[in-house]
């Protein structure tokens, strides 16, 4: 995946054009590779079924190849020796676990009363997305943005910390306590145990992590930092990105039959997700902006801010209330608004990014 730093004078339609052809049509390539994945789960009878067997610890194996190989190739190009910069930038570390871990959940617990009063399935499985932030996908979000690679790292690891600590109570509290103080009905409860929530970060932030990591210190001693980055790193970067097609392409077809089947009820929840990944995308944007963060922290916030972990959304809402479950069908929307809107948004963040020049 070819990356471009930012410049002065440069505007969208400059970074575009040093784009990779890969990198230049991703909005193509995703819209055929959602496409393909809503073929082949409608098409193919029992491939939906014979994709989510294939999975250990309740971790699915296919989509565990993909998140892994989207991940590594850009944690390979962290400059992880300059993470103590990042570390030590309070308004970005501080206005991060606010958006995230405050706002986010509230927000989305708001929309989902607001659209989806109607359907409680729905409404919990849109609240549980929201629960879950992003410690994966978003790394490919801020990198096609130019976003700052290694506050990203340090954003999506200090999530994952308080995914650990945090997602069980913010669950109860949202589900179960809150709407009981609103006079909203009864609440709603968990299945998850903690081990299980540490066990996906682990998988899918640690491993990728410590893989980039090591390649880095390895590949530097090696043949140095000069040729480890205009070598190496070109080698491996489109990896990124057929990663991501390839998860798009499991994802779908893991649902294919039920999005298909379900149109209206699949609208009925776009809808809020819709609202939710504008009101955090342009708010937290915004926020970088007003505190002075540069271009590059300003829209890693952002899509940090508005990413979500679809992952351990879908398998606790599987885990807690069945596969076929609305919520599970929540969760399963939740990556198929997600990838087009952020790809949107990553070339609203490009366009933008002159702003910050002229400041």
């Given at each position: ?13 400059s ?8 990198d ?12 393909l ?6 098409l ?5 079924d ?39 930038d ?18 989305m ?10 359907l409680p ?38 999530n ?5 600590i945090?997602?069980g ?30 066990l ?22 090696q ?8 070598t190496f790193?070109?080698r ?17 077809a893991?649902?294919?039959k ?7 009820d ?9 609202v939710?990944?504008?009101i955090m ?16 922290r ?30 599970a ?14 790809v949107a ?10 702003t910050?020049?002229?400041?």
């Amino acid at each position: 995946m070819t990356r471009t730093e930012p410049a002065a004078t440069t505007g969208e339609s400059s970074v575009v054009a040093k784009l990779s052809t890969l990198d230049r049509f991703l909005a193509v390539w995703i819209l055929i590779a959602m496409g393909l994945g809503l073929g082949l789960g409608r098409l193919i009878p029992g491939l939906d079924d014979a994709l989510a067997e294939v999975e250990i610890g309740g971790i699915s194996l296919p989509i565990a190849v993909g998140l892994l190989t989207m991940m590594y190739p850009v944690l390979a190009k962290v400059r992880y020796d300059r993470l103590g910069a990042v570390t030590g930038d309070r308004r970005l570390m501080i206005s991060s676990l606010v958006v995230n871990w405050i706002v986010g959940p509230a927000v989305m617990f708001a929309l989902a009363w607001i659209f989806l009063a109607d359907l409680p399935e729905y409404r919990t499985g849109l609240i549980i997305v929201g629960l879950a932030r992003c410690i994966a996908m978003v790394i490919i979000w801020n990198d096609l943005a130019c976003g700052d690679r290694e506050a990203a790292a340090v954003l999506v690891a200090l999530n994952s910390v308080f995914q650990v600590i945090a997602f069980g109570v913010l669950g109860w509290f949202y589900l179960d306590l809150l709407p009981g103080w609103l006079g909203l009905g009864d609440g709603q409860s968990l299945d998850i145990s903690m081990w299980k929530i540490a066990l996906n970060v682990v998988f899918f932030l640690g491993v990728p992590l410590l893989a980039g990591f090591l390649t880095r210190r390895i590949g530097e001693k090696q043949v140095g930092r000069e040729s480890y980055e205009n070598t190496f790193l070109p080698r491996i970067g489109p990896w990124a990105l057929y990663g991501l097609l390839f998860t798009i392409v499991v994802l779908f077809a893991l649902q294919g039959k039920t999005i298909t089947s379900q149109p209206l009820d699949v609208a009925r929840i776009a809808l809020p997700l819709v609202v939710y990944f504008a009101i955090m995308w342009f708010g937290t944007f915004l926020l970088g902006k007003v505190i002075g963060l540069s271009y590059e922290r300003t829209a890693t916030l952002a899509f940090t801010a508005a990413g979500n972990n679809f992952e351990l959304a879908i398998a606790v809402a599987i885990a807690t209330f069945g596969v076929t479950s609305g919520q599970a069908l929540s969760g399963v929307v939740g990556p198929l608004i997600e990838v087009p809107v952020l790809v949107a948004l990553v070339h609203v963040s490009l366009a933008w990014r002159r702003t910050f020049a002229v400041a």
